[in-house]
């Protein structure tokens, strides 16, 4: 078993990241109003070394924030625009035959816009499911096998994909084991009037504010480390197998919202997201360890995309955040 380091040990080094995380929101503030919680939930998933699900409809800044974060925690980002009609070669990269000025011919290997830290997959569902699934190695395993090679991706590496869900017509539901693989789904609501007064006044005049670096890629990754360092109270583990395992329906220990109205439930790959979110989230807020309100406040974007609704709860006009509802309130 891990030895847990002693608490005052890592309060310099959670005091240096506390201050320098601080920076990195304040900068994204400066050109993203009124998502403190998306944005927040964004740099939990960062800092866990996960991949994040963004669901909005148009407009809301889905593409600016990921574009924002790049700059703003120093990584390389490129962008993919999902369509049907973008085969896997489009992402990964292919093969061109080339030849010599001795007239020798040999395959060179162009790499695709999945080689960087911090791939946008924008509007992921417009593709078809085998390019969808040419993602799946390189969100699991960081890396990627073509032309009969395996060749590693550049570290850290994150995809932030984003998700339209109202235009339905020509897109493909997510695969249940891709879904698995984004740490959180977070939705992206409507700012609030304020926030969109301020939007208006500082994207509309002569001059619009840009992100400035706040972070460093190498930063970035000592974060992660020191994520995983951070000790979590036996109250707080139990509190995420209640959690988890209660929304596995029929087995024991569920609950019974979760029998009575879902198909099936988080595997433990949401477990593990949960305890590496919560540790991030306490850590954001300068805390040495989390706490099961962190446990509460994750819970609906670590399960969402992990459970599925029983055709005779959607015939019932169940939704997915009663069954959330019920499950948090079982931890207390």
Known sequence: MNEVPPVDSLMPEVEALTERLA????????????????????LVTLLSGGHLLLVGVPGLGKTKLVEALGTVMGLDARRVQFTPDLMPADILGSEVLEEDAHGRRAFR???????????????????SPRTQSALLQAMQEHKVAVGGRVLPLP???????????????GTYPLPEAQL???????EVDYPDVAAERAMLLATTGAAEARPEAAMTSAELMAAQALIRRIPVGAQ?????????RGARPGTEGALAEATAHLSWGPGPRAAQALMLACRARALLDGRLAPSVDDVRALAEPVLR??????????????????VVAALRASIG
Request: negative net charge; aromatic residues 8%.
């Open 23 to 42: 920076r990195a929101r304040a900068a994204i503030g400066r050109v993203i109003f009124g998502q403190e919680a998306v944005v927040e939930r964004t």
């Open 109 to 127: 290997f162009i790499e695709g816009p999945v080689f960087t830290q911090l791939l946008m997959a924008d509007e992921i569902n417009r593709a």
């Open 155 to 169: 570290a850290p590496f994150y995809v932030l994909a984003t998700q339209n869900p109202i235009e339905q017509e």
């Open 180 to 186: 698995d693989r984004f740490l959180l789904e977070v």
């Open 236 to 244: 707080v583990v139990d509190a995420i197998l209640r959690l988890v």
């Open 305 to 322: 995309h992990r459970m599925a609704l029983s055709f005779a709860a959607r015939a019932d006009g169940v939704r997915m955040d009663e």
